[in-house]
């Protein structure tokens, strides 16, 4: 691993301004009444005192340092000097979807064999071992880019940007939404099902998420009242089939 300086990455201000906002607006309500007196108050004290929780956990002590020794944390739930000694992997991942959205990337450590780091709340996306999550990317002003290339300079072989691999293993476009689409919830775990079996390197695992593609798709993507556009996903999901068959296909090659 390399040395040089560390590399010290900054709290997001994002959660301290929308705080700011609930609490000035709900101030403001209940300093200019109107009809409708009862709801109001109600709304405007919900505002305030969630307001003050934001801002509270805000302002607690924040700070995530990344270098030659290792990790250091210092955020609400986890305060610890991590070296890398301790660690067996990092990743980079990016949760499913909900609702057709991206949900931001986290950063999950798995402990080497013999070391309790606390609280697990996550697993290893791909072999499900327990992880701890360190840092959900939109808590810090640093671009996941930037993470990862700081993580790569210090963490060597621990660390793997799975988010980026599964990029460059299958992009999936940003599928339009519409009424009487297929279900999302169930296209994305489709999708990420082929993606994950892409990056995992084995035939097996492509061949089965080959396979549960194909019988899913055979069978009928459920339909809901608000869902992908069904051309669309039928066209990202024979892609997604294509591109797991023809890694089989190199394999065989390979093998040959």
Known sequence: MNGGPSVELRRNRGARALALVCVLGGVLLLVYPSDGALLRTIIAVGAVVLGCLALVSALRPFRFRIDAEGV?????????????????????????????????????????????????????????????????????????????????????????????????????????????????????QLIRRGQDALVSGDAQTRQAARGEIERVCAAGLPVAQRGYSTFQTDTVLDALVAALADHQSTDRETAT
């Open 72 to 188: 250091s944390i210092r955020r609400p739930g986890l305060r610890r000097e991590i070296p890398w000694a301790e660690v067996d992997a990092l990743v980079l991942d990016d949760p499913p979807r909900r609702a057709g959205y991206s949900a931001p990337p986290r950063l999950l450590l798995v402990p080497v064999p013999g070391v309790t780091l606390e609280p697990v709340t996550a697993r290893h996306p791909l072999d499900g071992r327990p992880a701890i999550e360190l840092l959900v990317l939109d808590q810090v002003r640093e671009q996941p880019e930037q993470v990862s290339a700081a993580l790569t300079r210090y963490a060597g072989g621990r660390f793997v940007d799975l988010a980026a691999l599964r990029r460059a293993a299958f992009a999936t476009p940003d599928l339009p939404v519409g009424l009487r689409g297929y279900r999302m919830d169930r296209v994305d």
